[in-house]
């Protein structure tokens, strides 16, 4: 074989099959030598073969390459990168480290993966990651295609792959527990809840060890290969299984009309600060890869994880890379960006007013069916919901988070604020022509307190964690309604449960694209701990039993997703008129008095009229935060016209949520709500 090896091609990189072998090309600047390391198995603790590539006749550029002919889909493969090793000068290129090619499709030799061998000095070849050669060219889509549904009609599950089925009562098999096949097996729950899109937390292959001793990271982001499915969310051991089975679970999502939108993490990587371990980037061409002090051998951190990918070099065109791969071979929907303001900054750290990354993102043909949504802010105080770059992203709404939360737990002054959050957040979204769909709305999320836990604790109980409760958000907006914690007391349970409706109906009421975190329809619980990101274990886990023990809330949230899946009102993609007599989809605000709201500090209920002429809708919404029953006027309709009562939380279930045909009507002049309630009428 030997023999007839050739130089191979610069482009494109990664591993690529061709009719006769496989082409390799990686990127290095800073080393002098590389080897490609090919192995017989995935967990041989050697290379079957040494590649040395030639600097002459190996290297176009700063890009090294070698044709191997006689291997396929399927070869095992790593590389050792020679040069200065100079951590002092940031070079970090140390021959004793195998590294993963930053483009492998697929990961090997994770179960015997060592953090800390490629931390320490010494040869970590038995215990190194190694990329695998993937042919995504045979693989049967069956004519399947994005479904491109539109954020007006999205309703966004954030979940966590592992969590969702590795729960013992998930009902799944134990070797699909936890799994992207188990997921699929799951499909029929998704879809019977409503919703249209899954957003999951990182699946890109990362680092599990990169957490305290003892625990496992388990949020996953702490990426090691961009390209490559985690091995430990599928359920097939060969080497090709993770990238098939990831497929697998695509096309049967599609198939049931829900989009996929990965949780990508190109803000930083696993390698960590200084004294992380080198697993491919910083081996390769650390001051390329990442963002340095002026002190080269630190690193500059705005991910609050170590470092900070240089989004500025050649990361750029890795995160491209990686985005068309996910999009064209993979068939995902789309993205939510982690810490995305990290990626708008210089090689300096300072945030650039027109990012040319943001920009490629942005323009990109490829990506132009999917969804781009950013998380606009970063670890290092750059806060730009609002203002973040672009035409076409979509942002995490983090005030309306807030300001419902606060709303809803009764706080003063906040009546002006949930008003506008409700309206798609005018006041933070002011740039001509942005959509009011491109506001991700949320009560919860993966970061912060599940919405059952948002009722139950005032402060956060992280001790699981192993940081003495240092870690996490300490502010969280919210009120345990009498007792911390789990409790029997019937009083306080009804309280809660009621709060957990409301702030259910705001979120669903809002106009923009609604967000649910995995569990909140069944009061997923995580005993308080409001950053479980090392919590592997029940305490993280959906719980099956839930949905028999909360079946209640379930129906109710299943009802409000339909109902308002059901409605143009609440499809809009521009934000709605203030008007009592617009022909065009409008709002008019209440106080307890029609066309009077009282947007004082001390006023804690609000009330609202939602109608769409052309399709001849009309709701009117009340929300009393208030700890005593208000009576609100209610709007007078056309003759022959009725309200009916769709929503009220304070009804014990299942007259907390009726469909339109089994609503009461209401015939009075005004309606009396209860204390801490939320109302939904519908005109028919």
């Known amino acids: 074989m030997k023999s007839s090896i050739s130089p191979g091609e610069s482009f494109p990189l990664g591993a690529t099959v061709r009719d006769k072998g496989v082409n390799f090309c990686i990127f290095s600047r800073e080393c002098t030598a590389i080897e490609l390391l090919l192995f017989d198995t995935p967990d041989a603790p050697e290379p079957s073969q040494v590649i040395p590539l030639d600097p002459k006749q190996n290297k176009t550029a700063q890009y090294w390459h070698v044709f191997v002919p006689g291997i396929r889909a399927g070869q095992v493969y790593a590389y050792r990168a020679y040069g200065p090793y100079a951590p002092e000068k940031g070079l970090h290129c140390d021959g004793q480290k195998v590294l993963i090619d930053p483009y492998a499709r697929a990961v090997a030799n994770w179960e015997n993966y060592s953090r800390d061998a490629a931390r320490l000095p010494g040869d970590n070849c038995p215990k190194a990651l190694r990329g695998v050669v993937v042919d995504t060219s045979t693989y049967d889509w069956e004519e399947d295609v994005h479904l491109k549904i539109p954020y007006s009609r999205t309703v966004i599950y954030e979940m966590h792959v592992g969590g969702f089925t590795r729960h013992p009562n998930s009902g799944v098999s134990p070797e699909k527990r936890g799994t992207f096949a188990g997921l699929v097996e799951k499909i029929p729950y998704l879809k019977e809840l409503g919703v249209t899109a899954v957003e999951l937390m990182p699946i890109h292959h990362f680092d599990e060890f990169d957490a305290r001793p003892g625990l496992r990271n388990y949020w996953g982001y702490s990426t090691i290969a961009f390209f490559a499915p985690y091995v430990g969310y599928s359920s097939r051991r060969d080497p090709l299984g993770p990238v098939e089975e990831f497929r697998d679970m695509v096309k049967a999502l599609h198939k049931a009309g829900i989009e996929v939108i990965l949780d990508v993490v190109f803000n930083h990587t696993a390698e960590g600060n200084e004294d992380g371990p080198t697993l491919s980037f910083r081996g390769l061409s650390n001051q390329d890869y990442y963002m340095l002090e002026d002190d080269p051998s630190k690193y500059r951190n705005y991910s609050g994880c170590g470092n900070t990918f240089e989004t500025n070099s050649i990361a750029s065109r890795l995160i491209l890379d990686c985005l068309h791969y996910w999009v064209a071979e993979m068939h995902v929907d789309g993205f939510r960006f982690d810490l995305a303001s990290a ?58 988070r807030d300001d419902v939360r606060r709303f809803v737990k009764s706080d003063p002054g906040m009546v002006k604020h949930v008003a506008a959050r409700i309206m798609a957040s005018p006041d933070i979204y002011s740039k001509p022509g942005r959509r009011a769909d491109h506001t991700i709305n949320f009560i919860t999320c993966h970061d912060g307190f599940t919405l059952n836990d948002l009722v139950s604790y005032n402060e956060k109980h992280n001790e699981a964690n192993g940081e003495d409760n240092r870690d996490g958000m300490n502010e969280n907006y919210s009120w345990n309604c009498g007792f911390e914690g789990f409790t029997s007391d019937p009083e306080i349970e009804a309280l809660r449960q009621r709060q957990i409706r409301n702030f259910l109906t705001v979120l669903f009421m809002s106009q923009g694209t609604p967000m649910l975190l995995m569990g909140d329809e069944v009061r997923r ?26 079946a209640d809330l379930l129906r109710f949230t299943r009802g409000l997703i339909d109902f308002t899946q059901s409605l143009e009102i609440f499809q809009q993609e521009h934000i709605l008129a203030v008007s009592y007599a617009s022909q065009a989809p409008h709002i008019v605000w209440h106080g307890t008095t029609l066309g009077e709201p009282d947007w004082g500090k001390n006023s804690h209920s609000i009330a609202f009229t939602l109608r769409h002429p052309k399709f001849d809708e009309r709701l009117h919404i009340i929300l009393n935060a208030y700890w005593e029953p208000l009576t609100f006027e209610l709007p007078p309709l056309d003759h022959g016209e009725t309200w009916y009562r769709i929503v009220d939380t304070a009804q014990p279930s299942p007259s907390d949520f009726c469909d339109i045909k089994t609503a009461p009507p209401v015939k009075q002049e005004a309606y009396q709500a209860h204390a801490r309630s939320a109302i939904v009428l519908i005109a028919k």
């Not at 090689?347 to 606009?376: F, Q, R, V």
């Not at 701990?529 to 090392?534: E, G, I, S």
């Open 343 to 400: 990626l708008s900054r210089d090689s300096d750290g300072i945030p650039l007013k027109n990012p040319p990354l943001l920009w490629d993102i942005d323009t990109e043909p490829i990506l132009a069916g999917t969804k781009i949504i950013a998380e606009a802010w970063d670890a290092g105080g750059l806060y730009q919901v609002g203002s973040f770059v672009g035409d076409r992203f979509a942002e995490w709404n983090g005030p309306f």
């Open 525 to 550: 619980s995580q005993q308080g701990n409001n950053n479980a990101y090392c919590q592997d274990n029940e305490l993280s886990w959906f719980d099956w039993d839930c949905i028999n023990k909360h």
